[in-house]
């Protein structure tokens, strides 16, 4: 992006905006029809350590290309059949080299953690969440959602902050475009 020399830059991305802001992009390479998440994990130093996003596991089937194996069921015989996406977070996790640089790290996230990947959170150390938007499971068959309560009843017993990011979403859009 060109600037007018004269006029130049007067503001930057707060930290919450970066790494939310990144966080969405990374969701932009999920293969789920339904759930659109991508996380950024950064540590004490705000470096960034790891990224995920939902998809299947390696060598499985893309619902965006074959369908949501709760929904849709499977490709040739239409069975209904458990998620086979591994979420952001736990993608996240696995991508994390070193998984002691997480202990008292911030996890930006653009779809609040179901109560899995909450365990898996509280299990590597994760001390904040900052999320865009509330997650709720898809029921198999796809009529229905419902929230986890688990995850939020999780984090406050083991005292990890969770807290809802809301941008200022003019302000923000012009950010980036200045």
């Known amino acids: ?91 996240a996790l696995m991508n994390t080299q070193d998984t002691s640089r997480l202990r008292g790290a911030t996890m930006y996230t653009a779809l609040y953690p179901c109560y899995d990947c909450m365990k898996a959170l509280n299990n590597a150390g994760i001390k904040e969440i900052v999320y865009l938007e509330k997650y709720e499971r898809i029921i198999t068959g796809g009529e229905k959602k419902e929230e986890e309560n688990e995850a939020g009843d999780l984090a406050k017993k083991r005292k990890i902050k969770i807290r809802q990011y809301r941008p200022k979403m003019a302000e923000f859009i012009k950010n980036m475009h200045e």
């Not at 659109?36 to 004490?44: E, H, L, P, Y």
């Open 1 to 91: 992006m060109a600037r007018d020399v004269k006029k130049g830059r007067k503001s930057r991305l707060s930290w919450d905006e970066m790494f939310m802001g990144l966080a969405v992009l990374v969701s932009e390479r999920t293969a789920c029809k339904f759930h659109t998440a991508g996380v950024v994990m950064v540590d004490k130093n705000k470096r960034i350590v790891s990224m995920g996003y939902n998809g299947p596991t390696e060598g499985d089937l893309h619902c965006i290309d074959a369908g949501c194996a709760k929904v849709d069921g499977d490709p040739k015989t239409k069975k209904l059949m458990r998620c086979r996406g591994a979420h952001a977070e736990i993608n």
